[in-house]
């Protein structure tokens, strides 16, 4: 896990502190850079970014609101990694979850069919998700091509869905603009909102908080978390010790996809596109949530705070129309935030290695 | 019972007879060709490099903004090639110099080139015409297939010459053997003295230069676009690593599965243009399932380079 294991020295601790900061400077210099050389005023862009997210009013709720999915997605992702597998498709798991919630949250009302729909909503996802696992133990297809071509296989299949007045389509035919949506939840059966300060955020918000501290404790204290932790880094010794690779890896898998599907699920019932069920419905939250997981190096509690920024990027691009600057500036300003910070671990990783070989080429 | 039969296989004819649909086969199976070829060479050396998707999207818009500026489509596709082996040098260096997990590095190429090419294009908005066509005499005269082998628009035979030196590096030269060697047992290949990390960065940076032309082939050749989009991409390099696994790490393979996916591609959008309907979602995810399921089919038969996916630090077993 940890894989700078160096004295803890004061001077070790802020080398580190200053790689960080070095390469976040970095990534948001060259942003700026990248806005002013395309004719944008960059000097307009953070304080857009940090209105949006958080000094408007309401909007620090909307901003814990949108990061409820993204950490959900997020933990499933570290879990899945735990296995040493490589789930890629956390969009099409959290389209698949959201489109089977909707399906059965529009035909009822009332709370216990929106907790049954949540349910239906992240298993849905999980059986989606697991299907990669049993194509990889039975037909021996890589994770990441499965689970990637499953996005675009689960796109076309919700759009599917959206064209039939008996699956999802809204029968009553009031849509808004003729677009293709389902119909619209009934107020008792929407997730409830917390109300704060003049801000709002909905119930997944502490939902997933909660989730983060269980995936933080079954990794780290439970025989589960070490059976994944030992399958996945070694398959030859997990089969000594009569764990099988198989059953592993697909319960991680469904176990990944199946945060995906509770957060598209929850996404819907606590209304991100006005408690319709869209084709854009995801908005790319399956592919941001995977970059949280990713940036925060598999730890549960940093994926939180990463969740956090990532999605105060979603909220403040909102405010960017105003400055002129297209928002895909958002998209940069993310893959290069998340490349500055793999960088310094990578970085202190190869030092340490470089400077062991020397060791033992100096002791023979 | 035998005008039944008729009716029912007339559809089936048809599309077989298509010229068009061939002619459409083939582009698509060219683009995912130029990427899966350079794909096929890292993956023998160990990486699955899914940033081929970064490298088509750089090598597309990069293509497009040139050949719109300047006028010629020798200098998009010199460019695009630049802009594929700037995004490899990205990939290379992190994922096998700094030992930074290949698919992480991979999936925050995908994601931040798509963005900056977006950005870019509401400045830019490049517009691109077809490149001529080269129709080779007589040739391309043959019913059915002529026009489509023989009568395409020029850059698109640059294929040929990818496939040729690909070949040819990695099956006949002292670089190629090395290049297997570190795919297959990078410590083995340690110890005979081959430097494995830089093979590796030298493979990633082949399948830049390879799918950087691919996508400057796709929006110079085929596709004329007015500004660039998401989709005119729209995974073809996460199915040319298909092919690649479909091909059984073969070159021969590899192609193959590009003109199987490029014939699913060309059913997707032939079969309205010849009349028939189907449901638009399914054609929509037909050449994914495809891809999905001919890889679920050809996986398990093959045999994968060992090393497949595997960083290596020397020192580390």
Redesign the interface.
């Known amino acids: 896990m940890n894989r700078i294991s160096t004295t803890n020295s004061a001077r070790q601790k802020a080398f580190v502190a200053f790689l960080y900061a070095l390469f976040i400077s970095l990534a948001i210099i060259s942003s700026a850079l ?1 806005v002013s050389v ?2 944008g005023d960059w000097r307009a862009v953070l304080p857009a970014l940090i209105n949006g997210s958080l000094l408007k009013p309401g909007r620090w709720g909307q901003t814990l609101t949108e990061a409820a999915p993204l950490l959900l997605v997020a933990l499933g992702a570290i879990f899945t990694t735990r296995m040493n597998l ?1 789930n ?1 498709g956390q969009e099409g798991q959290l389209l698949i979850g959201a489109a089977c919630a909707a399906m059965i949250a529009t035909r009822g009302s009332g709370p216990f069919v929106m907790v049954f729909a949540i349910l239906v909503g992240g298993f849905a996802g999980g059986f989606w998700a697991a299907i990669a696992g049993v ?1 990889k133990y ?5 994770v ?3 689970t ?3 996005v ?2 689960s ?3 919700t ?2 869905l959206l ?1 039939k007045k008996s699956l999802l389509l809204d029968p009553s035919g009031d849509r808004p603009n003729k677009t293709q949506t389902s119909a619209q939840l009934t107020s008792s059966t929407r997730l409830p909102y917390i109300h704060i300060f003049g801000n709002q955020f909905s119930l997944a918000v502490p939902i997933s908080l909660i989730a983060a501290f269980a995936v933080l404790f079954v990794l780290k204290k439970t025989i589960l978390g070490f059976r994944l932790s030992v399958v996945g880094s070694n398959a030859r010794v997990a089969q000594r010790f009569g764990l099988s690779e198989r059953t592993a890896g697909i319960l991680a898998l469904l176990v990944g996809g199946a945060f995906a599907g509770f957060a598209g699920s929850l996404m819907f019932t606590a209304g991100a596109a006005n408690f319709r069920y869209t084709s854009g419905f995801a908005n790319n939250i399956g ?1 941001e949530g ?2 949280v997981a ?1 940036v925060s190096r598999n730890q549960p509690l940093a994926a939180v705070i990463i969740a956090l920024i990532f999605a105060g990027l979603r909220t403040g691009s909102s405010f960017l129309a105003s400055t002129g600057v ?1 928002r ?5 300003i ?3 935030l ?2 500055a910070l ?2 310094p671990p ?2 202190l ?2 030092r340490e ?1 470089l400077k ?2 020397s060791v ?1 080429g100096d002791s023979k | 019972m035998a005008s039944l039969a008729a009716s029912g296989l007339t559809p089936i004819l048809n599309v077989l007879s298509s010229a068009t649909m061939y002619q459409s086969m083939i582009r698509f199976a060219v683009v995912l060709a130029f990427a899966a070829v350079g794909e096929l060479v890292a993956e023998r050396a160990g990486t699955l490099n899914i940033s081929a998707e970064a490298m088509l999207i750089g090598g597309a818009f990069t293509g497009a903004v040139v050949a719109d500026r300047t006028g010629h489509i020798a200098f998009g596709l010199i460019c695009g090639m630049i802009a594929g082996l700037v995004v490899a040098s990205v990939q290379a260096n992190l994922s096998h110099r700094l030992t930074i997990d290949q698919f992480v590095v991979g999936l925050t190429l995908n994601i931040f080139v798509l963005g900056l090419a977006l950005f870019l294009d509401a400045r830019f908005r490049p517009v691109t015409d077809v490149a001529s066509k080269w129709r080779v005499p007589g040739l391309a005269k043959i019913p059915i297939f002529g026009e489509a082998i023989f009568g395409q628009p020029w850059p698109m035979y640059l294929i040929v010459p990818v496939v040729v030196v690909s070949w040819f590096v990695l099956f006949r030269t002292r670089w190629g053997l090395e290049v297997r060697a570190v795919g297959e047992n990078p410590q083995s290949a340690d110890v005979t003295g081959i430097h494995v990390n830089l093979r590796r960065r030298q493979t990633v940076y082949f399948v830049g230069l390879t799918s950087g032309l691919g996508g400057a082939v796709l929006v110079l050749a085929q596709i004329p676009i007015n500004g660039f989009e998401a989709g005119h991409v729209g995974l073809k390099g996460i199915i040319a690593i298909s092919a690649v696994i479909f091909g059984g790490w073969t070159l021969r393979g590899t192609i193959f599965g590009c003109l199987i996916f490029g014939y699913f591609f060309a059913l997707q959008q032939a079969l309205p243009s010849i009349g028939y309907t189907i449901n638009s979602q399914l054609s929509g995810a037909l050449p994914y399932l495809a891809a999905l399921a001919v890889t679920s089919i050809f996986a398990a038969h093959t045999r994968q380079p060992r090393a497949l996916a595997q960083p290596f630090v020397r020192g580390l077993t």
């Open positions: 990248l395309t004719g490589v890629i194509l039975w037909r021996k297809v890589p990441v091509v499965s990637l071509l499953m675009f296989i796109t076309q299949l759009g599917f064209t592919w995977l970059l990713l297209q895909e500036i958002v998209d940069v993310r893959s290069l998340v490349l793999l960088m990578a970085y990783f190869l290695n062991k070989n033992e």
